[in-house]
Nanobody, 123 residues
């Protein structure tokens, strides 16, 4: 499975950005997707996931009610809409995927990764 992320960029605090990720290849059934992020000097941290149906979403506490994850299976894409951005949201964002999401927030549990895309929020 190959994941290709796009979007990101620079925005002022309070602004919005949208990230997209396209999956290609044989993902298999029940393929969930999501996003992690990594700020300079920090580990990769969980942001959000969405199950294969799009019905079950999970968010990190610090992005809940600001970020929205969605997917369009016909296009094998997942989108992360980020609103009310804060300077602490500045990081490289990585698209990820795995079969049968189980609520894991550990990057070690996700076998598929896209390239990172930079999000910079200035205060």
């Amino acid at each position: 499975v190959q994941l290709q992320a796009s979007g990101g960029g620079s925005v002022q605090a309070g602004g919005s950005l949208r990230l997209s990720c396209s999956a290609s290849g044989r993902a298999g059934s029940a393929f969930g997707m999501g996003w992690f992020r990594q700020a300079p000097g920090k580990g990769r941290e969980f942001v959000a996931t969405i199950d294969w149906s799009g019905d079950v979403t999970l968010y990190a506490d610090d992005v809940k009610n600001r970020f929205t994850i969605s997917r369009e299976n016909a296009k094998n894409t997942v989108t992360l809409q980020m609103n009310s951005l804060k300077s602490e949201d500045t990081a490289v964002y990585y698209c990820t995927g795995r079969r049968y999401l189980d609520g894991s927030r550990s990057p070690e549990d996700y076998p598929y990764w896209g390239q990172g895309t930079q999000v910079t929020v200035s205060s």
